[in-house]
């Protein structure tokens, strides 16, 4: 029978406050193919589509079970400690030679995303492999995958990089992906966000909200057009491979570094109208920001309401104590914007932004301050 560590694995079971981990069943069969039927679950994961019957069938008694039994895995089906409902899957790989790492896989039903579960399982496996001599714990996902990345957090494993082909594609080349990690030195705690989520912000007229991979379109049109193009810094304009980069990574980067990219909306369509970008830099509590609006919907104002939607939840949300943003001396739009919003100027630096002709412009500078309480 598979043994890791003189630890029997074929019939081991794990507890957590809420849930238990134990191995595969037959009977897990009927669950599994129902969980697995929607289409949702399927975005970031290597398996059939449609997922069939035998599909699931296969996997609780085959794939499921192997791992346990050649000592190499730990594949668990997740359940609710008080109800034996059947909710995910976690799994712990276990690595060959000492140097390697172990990895945790795992999947959520979607009716039960967002109460903890997923954190939870993980938590518990990191647990048992730490606790056993495992020096150190792997959690990669799809760069995209803000949701596992965010899981990966909560259950103390801190971000490291982002490895290019490191994953299974589905019908095509490898894929990038992020990697956390935990190690036996690191403590039992959660890792905090770099910036807190950000429910949609509205006044009625426009919407702020975090930016999503579909939105890439937006990005690449408020590149893209005359002004940005002639306000920005080189005449090259933006790729849809790099819209869709930078869209596809901004989840990941709210969480894990000092820049979020977040976008303007109309609020009563929905449709997306330009950007906002926060950067942290300098001194502690400054937050830069950058922003842009696409040319159907420049001259109704929306620049100056994101920004004063944004300034009311970064103080309020967050430990920033100052906002900054700069423009080209000649960019009057710009400036009106941010004196609009409350930004105060502050003056005016020197052949500081590149043109697109390789000449330099001054820079005007604008600030703004956490409210005295």
Known sequence: MGQWQGIELEGLVLHSGRLTLRPWQPADAVAVQAILADERI?????????????????????????????????????????????????????????????EIGFWLAPADWGNGYATEAVRTLARFGLGNGLARVEIRCEVPDAASAAVALRAGFGFEAVRRAVLPGRDGPPLDGAVFARTAADPDAAVPPAWPPLAELSDGVVTVRQTRPKDWPVLLAEANNDAALGWGFSAEPMTEAAARQRADRAG????????????????????????????????????????????????????????????????????????????????????????????????????????????????????????AD
Not at 61 to 77: F, H, K, N, V, W
């Open 252 to 371: 990941l980067d709210r969480l894990v570094s000092g820049q979020n990219a977040l976008l303007i909306c109309d609020a009563a369509s929905g449709a997306g109208a330009g950007i906002l970008g926060l950067r942290r830099f300098g001194p502690p509590g400054v937050v830069a920001i950058g922003y842009g609006v696409i040319p159907e919907f420049r001259g109704r104002g929306f620049t100056t309401r994101a920004l004063r939607l944004l300034a009311g939840w970064a103080f309020n949300q967050t430990p920033t104590a100052r906002l900054e943003l700069g423009c080209k001396v000649d960019n009057v739009a710009s400036a009106r914007a941010a004196t609009s919003a409350g930004f105060r100027a502050e003056g005016r630096r020197s052949g500081r932004l590149r043109n697109p002709d390789g000449s330099y412009s001054d820079e005007l500078i604008f600030g703004l301050t956490r409210p």
């Open 42 to 102: 399927h975005r970031y994961l290597p398996m059939p589509w449609p997922y069939t019957a035998e599909d699931a069938r296969h996997f609780v008694t085959g794939p499921g079970q192997d791992g346990r039994l050649a000592g190499t895995r730990l594949d668990c089906a997740v359940a609710e400690n008080t109800t034996g409902r059947l909710v995910g899957s976690a799994s712990l790989r276990l690595p060959v030679a000492s140097y390697d790492a172990a």
